[in-house]
Every structure is written in structure tokens, then in C-alpha cells.
């Protein structure tokens, strides 16, 4: 798991009720992670994708209180 998805993901610790965010290491190291809200999907990328970063950020910044 790449240290820069962590620790975006540490910046955001107050979810809204019902949010999950689920970091996982699939296939060759990289990283997947899904954002949850109330068990439906919300968002969910893979680490190698273009601008992933910035939409992690963008969807922890939409789920957070």
C-alpha cells in the first residue's frame, strides 16, 4: 500500500455517518480503494489510475463532516 493513499485517507478521520473507506492491496502492490455510504458504492479507484490522488481527496474531502 502506497504511503501517499494512507496518508491522504489519515486526513480525513470524520466521516460522514455511514461512510467506509476501504484501502486494500490487490494484484503487483497496488492499491485500491473504496468509498462507501451506507453499503452503496460512492467511489472507487485503483491507485495507478491518472489523477487518483486528487480524486481520493476530492471524495474524502465530499464524505467528510
Known sequence: MNEQTLAIIA???NLKEG????P???AHGSARVE???K???H???FDF???FYEA???NLKYVSK
Request: aromatic fraction near 8%.
Open 39 to 41: 453499503g452503496h458504492l
Open 35 to 37: 468509498i462507501r455510504e
Open 24 to 26: 486494500d492491496v490487490v
Open 11 to 13: 486526513l480525513y478521520p
Open 56 to 58: 481520493l481527496e476530492k
Open 49 to 51: 489510475e491518472p489523477g
Open 19 to 22: 461512510v467506509t473507506v476501504a
Open 43 to 45: 467511489w472507487r479507484a
